[in-house]
């Protein structure tokens, strides 16, 4: 199983950017698909999660700004960010979960400028 996260740049602060997460098997095959950031010098923080169902969850920093979706027949998810913020800034991965194991993308670079 491959992710393969992409959609990263630069953008100023209030700016928006969509992050896909394309996976070489089928997304409904998932217990979860969630996305995960982190900063320089700092751990891996939890942003968002979508479940086969569509069911989404959000960090409470993100919650209002981002937005998870899916598209099951592109085994893709999306992560859409709005209203962008320096402290977004981080290098984003998406990480998926089938039984036991668990999947990790290679990560996008998302920098916001102020």
């Known amino acids: 199983v491959q992710l393969q996260a992409s959609g990263g740049g630069l953008v100023q602060a209030g700016g928006s950017l969509r992050l896909s997460c394309a996976a070489s098997?089928?997304?409904?095959?998932?217990?979860?698909v969630a996305w995960y950031r982190q900063a320089p010098g700092k751990q891996r923080d939890f942003v968002a999660t979508?479940?086969?169902?569509?069911?989404?969850n959000y960090a409470d920093s993100v919650k209002g700004r981002f937005t998870c979706s899916r598209d099951n027949a592109k085994n893709t998810v999306y992560l859409q960010m709005d209203s962008l913020k320096p402290e977004d800034t981080a290098v984003y991965y998406c990480?998926?979960?089938?039984?036991?194991?668990?999947?990790w993308g290679q990560g996008t670079q998302v920098t916001v400028s102020s």
């Open positions: 990480n998926s979960r089938r039984g036991l194991a668990i999947y």
């Open positions: 098997t089928s997304i409904l095959s998932f217990n979860y």
């Open positions: 979508i479940t086969p169902g569509g069911g989404t």
